[in-house]
């Protein structure tokens, strides 16, 4: 009987759902038969609440009304500014609990979370307020993992009583990631470890699609990424181009050789990132500094199935129709403007002065200062005539990346290399 006990509690995660909603494509119906679903308690920790989701305070109002214990803990001044007076009165008013975080637990209460009777629970990228749901890239799941949703319980219950929680081990990914206390020292979060490692894990692909980017460390690692071969997508909105807040660091990024694309028609409010295809992290969690280490935050990490799939799709849907930080030339450039073209597959032109061998690689020198090479990996390279190439005009075709000092294309098909007249 124990042995089948056992074998039970292993297939109880593997057997939950966890279910991605996309706004604003799913609108906020969802949502509302979500709470609405409640008979004992409903758990709701957001940053901002707007009376553009007054439907959603009025749906809370109703189910307290009928007996369900309805809490809800909310930034008290999000933005800088007071949470809506009217969305206050309308909870109040119908018997909901609303308490305010003290902005001496955390810098802001970014979380946008809810949890249903303590067996179902939903968070998301975005708030409750009209534009989340109608005009935003959100992303939004829905899950009955009993890790999961037990683990927000317990932070829930920590916030409500403001005290501190060790959450360096947490299933689900936690902000603030700092170390709390000086006598008992623990850590409190586990994101910025948690980010890092799935970049550090990538092997040929990372797409990107965030509301605001600023952070060094995650800007450091999407480097050694690209320094590893990986190909790095950014994708923002498309009036974030100049901002401070993701404009800069997309640049910084684009210089370096990655790939930069701004997205129209939508506001980009989303925070996901798709690792090859076969993991996803998902949360309220912008590339900030603050977001890592001073706001309650909550996002987790997607492993292979419905939830990912549906969000690959739609992530790699968005890149598709966005548009480049900068577009392809119409035709092939000189290698000294190759620069212009970071992240992006042009065909570079320019006379071989000569071929060198360093390490596990052969690379064709186009100027005496080593700003560009054609690299060729040694392992293919006998498939490449080597010695017609120096002295010759070349026409070179494949992705300008930044490696170290110099720039380069690496090319592994002979057919990429033309010499041309």
């Known amino acids: ?10 297939l109880v995660p593997a057997r939950a759902a966890t279910r991605l909603y996309v706004a604003p494509d799913d609108g906020a119906a969802y949502l509302k038969r979500f709470l609405a679903s409640a008979r004992r308690e409903v758990e709701v920790a957001l940053y901002l609440w707007t009376r ?5 305070a009025e749906t809370l109002a109703g189910e307290a009304r009928r007996g369900v214990r309805v809490r809800v803990l909310l930034d008290e001044r999000p933005g800088g500014e007071p949470q809506d007076p009217e969305v206050l009165r309308v909870l109040r008013a119908g018997g909901v609990e609303v308490r305010f975080v003290s902005p001496v637990r955390f810098a802001h209460y970014h979380i946008k979370a809810a949890r249903v009777d303590g067996r179902r629970l939903w968070f998301s990228t975005g708030n409750w307020t009209r534009s989340s749901f109608t005009r935003n ?3 939004s799941l ?15 219950a920590a916030d409500w009583e403001a005290r501190a929680l060790a959450l360096s081990d947490a299933a689900l990914v936690w902000s603030p990631q700092r170390v709390y206390s000086i006598l008992h020292p ?14 550090a894990a990538a092997r040929t692909d990372l797409l990107i699609e965030q509301n605001g980017f600023t952070d060094e460390a995650l800007y450091q690692a999407l480097l050694e990424a690209m320094d590893r071969g990986v190909r790095v997508r950014l994708l923002g909105d498309a009036r974030s181009r100049n901002s401070h807040y993701f404009g800069r660091m997309a640049e910084r990024l684009r210089a370096q050789g990655a790939q930069v694309r701004y997205l129209s028609g939508l506001k980009v409010h989303a925070k996901a990132m798709l690792v090859d295809g076969e993991r996803a992290f998902v949360g309220s969690q912008n590339f900030t500094a603050a977001a890592l280490t001073a706001n309650r935050e909550l996002g987790a990490v997607l492993q292979a199935g419905p939830a990912l799939a549906r969000l690959q799709a739609r992530m790699e849907a968005d890149w598709a ?7 392809p030339p119409a035709g092939p450039v ?3 403007e190759a620069g212009r ?4 597959s042009v065909a570079v032109e320019g006379r071989v002065l000569g071929i060198e061998r360093r390490g596990s690689v052969y690379r064709l020198r186009f100027d005496r200062a080593g700003r560009f090479f054609v690299v060729i990996p040694a392992r293919v390279a006998g498939r490449f005539p080597l010695g017609r190439y120096p002295g010759r005009r070349v026409r070179v075709r494949g992705r300008v990346r930044r490696y170290r000092d110099h720039l380069e294309i690496v090319v592994e098909d002979p057919a990429r290399i033309e010499v041309v007249p």
Do not use: C, H, K, Q
Request: proline share 5%; net charge positive; glycine share 8%.
């Open 1 to 10: 009987m124990a042995r089948w006990l056992f074998l039970l509690l292993l």
């Open 52 to 56: 553009g989701r007054l439907d959603l």
């Open 137 to 139: 890239r959100e992303y």
């Open 142 to 156: 829905v899950t009955d993992r009993p890790d999961w949703v037990a683990e927000f319980g317990r932070v829930f």
């Open 186 to 199: 623990f850590w409190e979060g586990n994101a910025r470890r948690r980010l890092l490692g799935l970049i």
């Open 321 to 327: 129709r966005a548009s480049p930080a900068v577009r």
């Open 334 to 336: 000189p290698w000294s």
């Open 341 to 344: 073209y970071l992240g992006l």
